[in-house]
């Protein structure tokens, strides 16, 4: 079994990944790291949680060491949208921590790490539709430059300590367990809440405004999976491109009104429509789908389904 610490525990990603780590590899063997924020009791009760700065590598270090770790999901990271607010903190805790946790896994021997790129490692010189897996990557977010800062630098850990480290550009996530962290796609997690509970939404991106997106379940289902593939399968250690469907927001306004036919939704682009602007709408991931069998399941029909029905359990909406 790995003994597995994953960063960024408490987050959008972190709080379902760990969970889906524990129940794989049982709960003792999956470390899960929070920083300032309270963990969920399941977080708590189903394994060790520690509270901690993953900028501070002395401190990276002493996980390791007491709890034996080999393998580290490291999804520590400070998002597109909050990430303009602080430039240099973004800087430090994106790619310092990376660092940290290469140089970490390379001074002791680790087995494996995961590192989550994203779709902002592209830019306006990359197509942007259909943009694919080996092209002009020239971003303009401190986000978008942190990310493809990071995939350099996994590829150059590969290339030269031969450290097996593993990569995707996660497109925008959207489920229903733990609040988005601050990303130009929160849109899409965001029009669920106020539909059911208001039945009108403001989208701060334009109607026609098409991004790559994955419900949850497929990512966790993705991130496990690339990490199990046989080291020989994996052929860039860059990052894959990864996706699953493309949606506007007027897409999946309709798609609500589906299901809620007196929703209203009304679009009013702020400064996060400057960073769509600059991403891809579709991307192409043959080269995940070829190498390692990536396939999704959600497409939009069926996550909007799901979405509404687990959101309504959980704020009690009939
Ligand atoms: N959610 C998405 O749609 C998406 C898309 C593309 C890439 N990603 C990437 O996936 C990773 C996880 O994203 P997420 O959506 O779960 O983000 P999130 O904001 O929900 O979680 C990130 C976590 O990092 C923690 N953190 C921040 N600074 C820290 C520090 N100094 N020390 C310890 N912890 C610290 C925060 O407490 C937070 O819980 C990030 O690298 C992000 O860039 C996410």
Same mark, same amino acid.
């Given at each position: 079994m790995p003994k597995i610490l994953v960063t960024g525990a408490t987050g959008q990603i972190g709080s379902e990944l760990t969970l889906a780590l524990r129940e794989k590899y049982g709960g003792d063997n999956v470390v899960a790291l929070g920083h300032k924020k309270e963990p969920t009791k399941e977080l708590k009760d189903s394994g060790p949680f520690e509270k901690g700065d993953a900028t501070d590598k002395n401190f990276l270090e002493s996980l390791i060491d007491q709890y034996q770790i080999?393998?580290?999901?490291?999804?520590v990271g400070i998002l597109s949208a909050a990430g303009e607010e602080n430039p240099d903190n973004a800087w430090l805790v994106n790619v310092n921590s990376l660092k940290h946790v290469l140089d970490l896994a390379k001074e002791k021997g680790l087995k494996q790490v995961f590192w989550p790129s994203s779709i902002a490692a592209f830019g306006l010189g990359s197509p942007r539709d259909n943009t694919p897996q080996a092209t002009i990557m020239d971003p303009n977010t401190i986000y978008g430059i942190t990310k493809i800062s990071g995939e350099l630098l996994c590829n150059y850990y590969y290339n030269?300590?031969?450290?097996?480290v593993r990569s995707l550009r996660y497109p925008g996530l959207i489920s229903y367990v733990t609040p988005p962290g601050g990303?130009?796609?929160?849109y899409a997690i965001d029009i669920f809440y106020q539909a059911l509970e208001h039945k009108t939404y403001t989208s701060f991106l334009r109607e026609d405004t098409m991004l790559p997106m994955m419900y949850m379940p497929d990512a966790i289902k993705g991130t496990i999976d690339l990490m199990e593939?046989?080291?020989?399968?994996? !052929? %860039?250690?860059?990052s894959y491109n990864f996706t699953a469907l493309s949606f506007t927001p007027k897409e999946i306004a309709d798609e609500i009104k589906k299901h809620i036919p007196d929703f209203v939704c009304q679009f009013v682009p702020d400064r996060r429509q400057n960073i769509a602007d600059t991403?891809? !709408? %579709?991307?192409?991931d043959t080269p995940a789908r070829r190498d390692w069998g990536w396939q999704h399941e959600y497409d939009l029909a069926k996550m909007t389904e799901d979405m509404l029905k687990h959101l309504r359990a959980k704020l009690k909406i009939k």
């Open positions: 080999d393998t580290i999901y490291h999804l030269k300590y031969r450290l097996d990303g130009t796609t929160d593939t046989p080291n020989s399968k994996i !052929r %860039t250690r860059l991403w891809p !709408r %579709t991307i192409d």
